[in-house]
């Protein structure tokens, strides 16, 4: 009885004073754009394109990147993942004239000054426009990544979705912040 | 047990009891199917609600836990405030950590004791309904939802149906009393009138009463066949009481027969007994139980030779053996000491109407004053003889002493004479002698001795002719008082004792003085003593010895009349003793056993004794030795 009660505290100490938490784990804190790669991927879960957007049932999803291309190795990490009966592709050097082929597209911070045009190139082509700068959902992205206490949130124009013809679940709108504009 | 329970009762009782129990056992189980069902379906109404709850949950929160979003995820649980059962819920992430609770207000429960995720579906543990789901993307599993509700409304409704089971078995049961109280009757009731219609038969004997018929069902049947019973027995009464009435007239007769017949047994004056073949009294009459001194009653069974004479067997002359042995008529005269006296018993033989012997009677008659009678003429012819017997022997002994006396008379005469005439001569002859012997003193020896034989002849002739004249001559004595020992001292000297003879002189010196004349008393003595030595002639012991007796002690022998006190002296010898034949002449005259002697000393012996008042006696044993014993009275 006495070992067994004297394990047992042990153990319970040495939960106390672990550095982390039980549901944290020792993995350093991702960045930023780790993040972002994760959720433009869960993104991709909770939306769904229209069926002519895709030429057979197993087209993949792609995401490319517009501009400064940080995001590019993480993106890379989740080219190959699925969802639903999809996998999701990552296509480099993306250009204006090539941006229609994407089914993602992430428009970086330098690109605000090319936002109008960009968004004018992908009008009318069902593709999910992502940024990560403060403005670009009022300014028609359809998400937008932003820092609120430290923590990734993301806003969602919803008459840019519905230009681009994407059916974005309720669960996702109920944990975003929905805007409005232009 | 119940149903012991239940043989107790009464019908009525039993059969409420039993209908009471049918009705509540029914309700009873109708009442738990019915909780039991409701338990079941609500609880899976429950669990499915729950499940259902569960899964639009996890369909909700698929984004918040992808987005990592807590705040979604908690306010989203916060919707199940509405429902007022779930106390809990949480959502764990995809590695198990918890990533968003709710607790109901009021929960004490801690965010740590959530339980780790467990596998998907409901389950109730701990008065809880537990659910674990999973959350779904697509295929993947991202998460875990969890709720527990509590069972409180399903424990209410429990209740509140446990509570209408028991008013409805309540209500139920009370409804069937009272309608089995009622409906019962008509079952009991005829069973009841019947009952009470036989307590009323069996404790007045009224067989004439009917149960009345109610139903044509078994009671029904039942009371019919009570009344015919009842018909028959009241028939079978009838007929018992019409016979009874002639048995008691019988036996009434018979009692007055037996009466009559036992006072008339009663009535004999002579004892009567009957007995049977093993001699056991069957009866006796009043006079044979008198005479047994016992109550007839208490005679019946004894043997009767065991009542009769007290004795274990019959007697040798037992009648009724003889009867028993030949069948007839027999009869005994017998003396019982039971019965007091003498009777003749007749017995004659008791038969069977077949003709077999199964007894006696036995009849006696009292013949004890005819044997009183015949026993006192007996005894007064013996009386009479003996009379004849003493009066014989006294003429005869009368006879004796005349012609003793007559003897003596002849002889007194005739030895008066004689001595008186022989004395002179033999006195003359003393003299010569004298004469010769002093003058022929230088004669030879043989002269000298002659002489001598001469003058003892001579004496002992003067001693004859001496006796012959005191026998002839018996002088009244002169009495003086004198000493015993004295008497007897003087004797002694008087007398030539031989050498071989011992007198031993026991005289005592105290004795009283006697009153007799020394003289006559000492010649008796010394002729006692000469003869004691004679009888001695090879020597031996002389013994002379005297007591003081009072008259009851002494030998009624030697009883002397008018007397109380006497002196008894003994002259003992040791000789050849005195044959008996001649013990009865020793006391005649001229009866002698010595070669020298005419047989008058004893005679004189006596005679001088009874003149001084006293008694003589002799004991002689052959062998060994005579005693003469003189009595003397001590005067007043």
């Given at each position: 009885?006495l070992?067994?009660?004297?394990?047992?505290?042990?153990?319970?100490?040495?939960?106390?004073?672990?550095?982390?938490s039980i549901?944290?784990?020792?993995?350093?804190?991702?960045?930023?754009?780790?993040?972002?790669?994760?959720?433009?991927?869960?993104?991709?879960?909770?939306?769904?394109?229209?069926?002519?957007?895709?030429?057979d049932?197993?087209?993949n999803i792609?995401?490319?990147?517009?501009?400064?291309?940080?995001?590019g190795?993480?993106?890379?990490?989740?080219e190959?993942?699925?969802?639903?009966?999809?996998?999701?592709?990552?296509?480099?050097?993306?250009?204006?004239?090539?941006?229609?082929?994407?089914?993602?597209?992430?428009?970086?911070?330098?690109q605000?000054g090319?936002?109008?045009?960009i968004?004018?190139?992908?009008?009318?082509?069902?593709?999910?426009?992502?940024?990560?700068?403060?403005?670009?959902?009022?300014?028609?992205?359809?998400?937008?990544?932003?820092?609120?206490?430290?923590?990734?949130?993301?806003?969602?124009?919803l008459?840019?979705?519905?230009r681009?013809g994407?059916?974005?679940?309720?669960?996702?709108?109920?944990?975003?912040?929905i805007?409005?504009g232009? | 047990m119940?149903?012991?329970?239940l043989?107790k009762?009464?019908?009525?009782?039993?059969?409420?009891?039993i209908n009471l129990m049918?009705t509540?056992?029914?309700v009873?189980?109708?009442?738990?199917v019915?909780?039991?069902?409701?338990?079941?379906?609500?609880?899976?109404?429950?669990?499915?609600?729950?499940?259902?709850?569960?899964?639009?949950?996890?369909?909700?929160?698929?984004a918040?836990l992808t987005?990592?979003d807590?705040?979604?995820?908690?306010?989203?649980?916060s919707?199940l405030?509405?429902?007022?059962?779930?106390?809990c819920?949480?959502i764990?992430a995809?590695?198990g950590?918890?990533?968003?609770?709710?607790q109901r207000?009021?929960?004490?429960?801690?965010?740590?004791?959530?339980?780790?995720?467990?596998?998907?579906?409901?389950?109730?543990?701990?008065?809880h309904?537990?659910?674990?789901?999973?959350?779904i993307?697509?295929?993947?599993?991202?998460g875990t939802?969890?709720?527990?509700?509590?069972?409180?409304?399903?424990?209410?409704?429990?209740?509140?149906?446990?509570a209408?089971?028991?008013?409805t078995?309540?209500?139920?049961i009370?409804i069937?009393?009272?309608?089995?109280?009622k409906?019962?009757k008509?079952i009991t009731?005829?069973?009841?009138?019947?009952?009470?219609?036989?307590?009323?038969?069996?404790?007045?004997r009224?067989?004439?009463?009917?149960?009345?018929?109610?139903?044509e069902?078994?009671i029904g049947?039942?009371a019919?066949?009570?009344?015919e019973m009842?018909e028959?027995i009241?028939?079978r009464?009838?007929?018992?009481?019409?016979?009874?009435?002639e048995?008691?007239?019988?036996?009434?007769?018979l009692?007055?027969?037996?009466e009559?017949?036992?006072?008339?047994?009663?009535?004999?004056?002579?004892?009567?007994?009957?007995?049977?073949?093993?001699h056991?009294i069957?009866?006796?009459?009043?006079?044979?139980?008198?005479?047994?001194?016992?109550?007839?009653a208490?005679?019946?069974?004894?043997?009767?030779?065991n009542?009769?004479?007290?004795?274990?067997?019959?007697p040798?002359?037992?009648?009724?053996t003889?009867?028993?042995?030949?069948g007839?008529?027999?009869?005994?005269?017998?003396?019982?000491?039971?019965?007091?006296?003498?009777?003749?018993?007749?017995?004659?033989?008791l038969?069977?109407?077949?003709g077999?012997v199964?007894?006696?009677?036995?009849?006696?008659?009292?013949i004890?004053?005819?044997?009183?009678?015949?026993?006192s003429?007996?005894?007064?012819?013996?009386e009479l003889?003996?009379?004849i017997?003493?009066?014989?022997?006294?003429l005869?002994?009368a006879?004796?002493?005349?012609?003793?006396?007559?003897?003596?008379?002849?002889?007194?005469?005739?030895?008066?004479?004689?001595?008186?005439?022989?004395?002179?001569p033999l006195?003359?002859?003393s003299?010569a002698?004298?004469?010769?012997?002093?003058?022929?003193?230088?004669?030879?020896?043989?002269?000298?001795?002659?002489?001598?034989i001469?003058?003892h002849?001579?004496?002992?002739?003067?001693r004859?002719?001496?006796?012959?004249?005191?026998?002839a001559?018996t002088?009244?004595?002169?009495?003086?008082?004198?000493?015993?020992?004295?008497?007897?001292d003087?004797?002694?000297?008087?007398?030539?004792?031989?050498?071989?003879?011992?007198?031993?002189?026991?005289?005592?010196?105290?004795?009283?003085?006697?009153?007799?004349?020394?003289?006559?008393?000492?010649?008796?003595?010394?002729?006692?003593?000469?003869?004691?030595v004679?009888?001695?002639?090879?020597?031996?012991?002389?013994?002379?010895?005297?007591?003081?007796?009072?008259?009851?002690?002494?030998?009624?022998?030697?009883?002397?009349?008018g007397?109380e006190?006497?002196i008894?002296?003994?002259?003992?010898?040791?000789?050849?003793?005195?044959?008996?034949e001649?013990?009865?002449?020793?006391?005649?005259?001229?009866?002698?056993?010595k070669?020298k002697?005419?047989g008058?000393?004893?005679?004189?012996?006596?005679n001088?004794?009874e003149?001084?008042?006293g008694r003589?006696?002799?004991?002689s044993e052959l062998?060994?030795?005579?005693?003469?014993t003189?009595?003397?009275p001590?005067?007043?």
């Amino acid at each position: 009885m006495l070992p067994r009660l004297l394990t047992i505290s042990t153990f319970l100490l040495a939960m106390a004073y672990s550095p982390g938490s039980i549901y944290g784990g020792e993995k350093p804190k991702p960045t930023d754009y780790e993040v972002k790669a994760a959720y433009i991927y869960n993104f991709a879960k909770f939306i769904d394109w229209p069926q002519s957007r895709f030429p057979d049932r197993n087209a993949n999803i792609d995401v490319c990147v517009l501009g400064n291309d940080q995001l590019g190795q993480y993106l890379a990490k989740i080219e190959g993942k699925s969802t639903g009966d999809r996998r999701i592709g990552f296509k480099r050097n993306t250009s204006l004239e090539t941006l229609r082929e994407c089914e993602i597209l992430f428009i970086d911070n330098s690109q605000m000054g090319k936002l109008d045009k960009i968004l004018e190139a992908a009008n009318g082509s069902s593709i999910l426009t992502v940024g990560d700068t403060k403005g670009f959902a009022q300014r028609g992205v359809t998400i937008n990544f932003y820092l609120e206490n430290n923590k990734m949130r993301f806003e969602i124009n919803l008459q840019a979705a519905n230009r681009a013809g994407l059916k974005i679940r309720s669960n996702l709108l109920n944990i975003a912040k929905i805007v409005t504009g232009p | 047990m119940i149903a012991d329970i239940l043989k107790k009762l009464q019908i009525r009782h039993k059969l409420i009891v039993i209908n009471l129990m049918i009705t509540g056992i029914v309700v009873l189980i109708a009442s738990i199917v019915l909780l039991a069902t409701a338990f079941i379906s609500f609880r899976n109404s429950m669990q499915d609600n729950l499940s259902s709850q569960a899964r639009i949950l996890a369909g909700n929160s698929t984004a918040s836990l992808t987005f990592n979003d807590q705040k979604a995820a908690t306010e989203m649980l916060s919707a199940l405030k509405s429902s007022s059962d779930i106390e809990c819920a949480a959502i764990y992430a995809k590695d198990g950590s918890v990533f968003a609770t709710y607790q109901r207000s009021g929960e004490k429960e801690k965010l740590a004791a959530f339980p780790p995720p467990q596998k998907d579906g409901p389950f109730i543990a701990g008065n809880h309904l537990h659910i674990f789901q999973g959350i779904i993307l697509d295929t993947e599993r991202i998460g875990t939802i969890y709720i527990r509700s509590n069972m409180k409304r399903l424990i209410s409704l429990m209740m509140i149906y446990g509570a209408a089971s028991g008013v409805t078995l309540l209500a139920v049961i009370v409804i069937a009393y009272v309608l089995l109280s009622k409906w019962q009757k008509v079952i009991t009731e005829p069973i009841l009138d019947l009952s009470r219609v036989m307590n009323t038969v069996s404790k007045d004997r009224n067989y004439s009463l009917k149960a009345d018929v109610y139903s044509e069902d078994e009671i029904g049947s039942l009371a019919k066949g009570f009344n015919e019973m009842l018909e028959q027995i009241r028939l079978r009464d009838m007929q018992l009481r019409t016979e009874i009435v002639e048995r008691e007239r019988a036996a009434e007769d018979l009692k007055q027969a037996k009466e009559e017949w036992e006072r008339t047994f009663d009535a004999i004056i002579d004892p009567v007994m009957i007995a049977d073949n093993e001699h056991k009294i069957i009866k006796v009459n009043k006079a044979m139980a008198d005479k047994l001194g016992i109550s007839p009653a208490n005679a019946e069974g004894l043997a009767c030779y065991n009542a009769v004479h007290g004795t274990d067997e019959p007697p040798l002359f037992c009648p009724h053996t003889a009867l028993l042995a030949d069948g007839l008529t027999h009869s005994a005269e017998i003396y019982a000491e039971h019965l007091g006296g003498y009777y003749i018993v007749s017995v004659s033989p008791l038969l069977t109407p077949q003709g077999v012997v199964y007894g006696a009677v036995h009849y006696a008659r009292d013949i004890t004053e005819r044997k009183q009678a015949e026993e006192s003429v007996r005894r007064m012819n013996e009386e009479l003889e003996q009379k004849i017997r003493e009066r014989t022997k006294l003429l005869l002994d009368a006879q004796e002493e005349l012609v003793r006396k007559e003897k003596l008379s002849i002889l007194g005469q005739l030895s008066g004479s004689v001595g008186h005439e022989l004395r002179n001569p033999l006195g003359v002859m003393s003299n010569a002698i004298y004469f010769l012997k002093s003058v022929m003193t230088d004669a030879n020896e043989t002269v000298m001795e002659y002489l001598d034989i001469i003058k003892h002849e001579i004496d002992n002739s003067q001693r004859i002719i001496t006796d012959l004249l005191d026998f002839a001559r018996t002088k009244s004595p002169q009495v003086k008082t004198v000493m015993v020992c004295a008497l007897i001292d003087g004797t002694l000297s008087r007398c030539s004792v031989p050498e071989n003879v011992e007198i031993k002189n026991e005289i005592p010196e105290t004795l009283p003085m006697i009153k007799v004349d020394p003289m006559q008393m000492r010649q008796v003595f010394e002729n006692l003593i000469c003869n004691a030595v004679q009888a001695m002639q090879e020597g031996g012991t002389l013994q002379i010895s005297a007591r003081h007796v009072r008259g009851p002690e002494t030998d009624s022998r030697r009883v002397i009349q008018g007397h109380e006190e006497f002196i008894e002296i003994s002259v003992t010898d040791a000789g050849n003793g005195i044959l008996p034949e001649n013990m009865k002449k020793l006391f005649q005259p001229l009866f002698t056993t010595k070669a020298k002697g005419i047989g008058l000393g004893l005679t004189v012996c006596k005679n001088l004794t009874e003149a001084n008042g006293g008694r003589i006696g002799v004991e002689s044993e052959l062998g060994k030795g005579t005693t003469f014993t003189v009595t003397l009275p001590i005067e007043g």
